[in-house]
């Protein structure tokens, strides 16, 4: 199995920045792509960013273009969101997830972790 467990929410104020950390770790861990979906109470999920770690290409949603940086560790096991400028809609569990199919495919992640909370006040 992969597990995937994520750190570094918090709570900041709006403009601030927060660095979220994504520990992978199972079969065959280092060859699947990484996401980073978000969801608000209420909300439906969403794909924020992701992370192909054969290549380097990125995906990321328009609503955080010039804000969010996704990476990885020359390890190929962590996967980062660097998140900065935060906003109010920006609050929400963010869930780290990994996948062998198509990184900007929301349907084709299958691994999930547990969630980081990130909160945002003005």
């Known amino acids: 199995q992969v597990t995937l467990v994520e750190s570094g929410g918090g709570l900041v104020q709006a403009g601030g920045s927060l660095r979220l950390s994504c520990a992978a770790s199972?079969?065959?861990?280092?060859?699947?792509?990484k996401g980073w979906f978000r969801q608000a109470p209420g909300k439906e999920r969403e794909l924020v960013s992701a992370?192909?770690?054969?290549?380097?290409?990125?995906y990321y949603a328009d609503s955080v273009k010039g804000r969010f940086t996704i990476s990885r560790d020359n390890a190929r096991n962590t996967v980062y969101l660097q998140m900065n400028n935060l906003k109010l809609t920006d609050a929400a569990v963010y869930y780290c997830?990994?996948?062998?199919?198509?990184?900007?495919?929301?349907?084709?992640?299958?691994?999930w972790g547990q969630g980081t909370q990130v909160t945002v006040s003005s």
């Open positions: 997830a990994s996948t062998l199919g198509s990184l900007n495919n929301p349907t084709s992640y299958r691994y």
């Open positions: 992370i192909n770690w054969s290549n380097d290409n990125t």
């Open positions: 199972g079969r065959t861990s280092s060859t699947y792509s």
